[in-house]
C-alpha cells in the first residue's frame, strides 16, 4: 500500500479538458476549502474566476465540473489526524462524497468505498481511513 500523503484524488481532475484541467488546478493551488466551497454555492463564476476561465481559455459551462473535481482533490489532500473532531471528519466525508457524486444519503461508506475502488483509488482509499478515523472517534 502506497502512503496516503502522497495521493489525493486526481480522476475527476484528469476527467476535465486540459484548459479546464489547468484552471482546476490553479484554484487547487490558490484557494483554501473554505473558499471552494463559497464559490460553488454561486451559480455563475465571480469576475476573478471569469478571468482565470479567460485566461486558460476555457468555456464557463466547464465550472462546476471544475468546482467539483477541485473540491475533491482538496478534500482528499486533508490527511487523517487524531486531532480532528468528529465534526470535523464527518465535514470532509460529506463534501468528498457530494463532489465524488456519491451523496451519503444515497449510499453506504461502505458501498461507496467499493464502487470508487476501481476507478477513484486514492479516494476510496482516503474514505476508508477516515471513516475508520470517525469509528475511532465515536467509540471514545
Known amino acids: 500500500m502506497h502512503l496516503i500523503e502522497k495521493s489525493y484524488e486526481k480522476k475527476a481532475l484528469l476527467d476535465l479538458p486540459p484548459n479546464a484541467r489547468d484552471v482546476a488546478e490553479d484554484l487547487l493551488t490558490r484557494y483554501s476549502l ?12 465571480p469576475q476573478a474566476e471569469q478571468l482565470l476561465l479567460q ?5 464557463v459551462h466547464h465550472w462546476m465540473n471544475i468546482l467539483k473535481a477541485t473540491l475533491l482533490a482538496k478534500t482528499t489532500y486533508f490527511l487523517p489526524s487524531k486531532d480532528m473532531s ?5 465535514y470532509l466525508i460529506k463534501c468528498a462524497c457530494t463532489n465524488a457524486d456519491y451523496p451519503l444519503g ?5 458501498d461507496i468505498i467499493e464502487i470508487s475502488k ?9 474514505l476508508s481511513h477516515m471513516a475508520n478515523l470517525l469509528m475511532d ?3 471514545t
Do not use: G
Open 118 to 126: 476501481p476507478e477513484m483509488r486514492a479516494f476510496s482509499e482516503w
Open 106 to 110: 444515497e449510499y453506504s461508506l461502505a
Open 86 to 90: 468528529q465534526a470535523q471528519i464527518l
Open 55 to 59: 485566461e486558460h481559455h476555457a468555456p
Open 137 to 139: 472517534k465515536k467509540k
Open 34 to 45: 473554505a473558499q471552494l466551497l463559497a464559490l460553488q454555492e454561486q451559480v455563475t463564476p
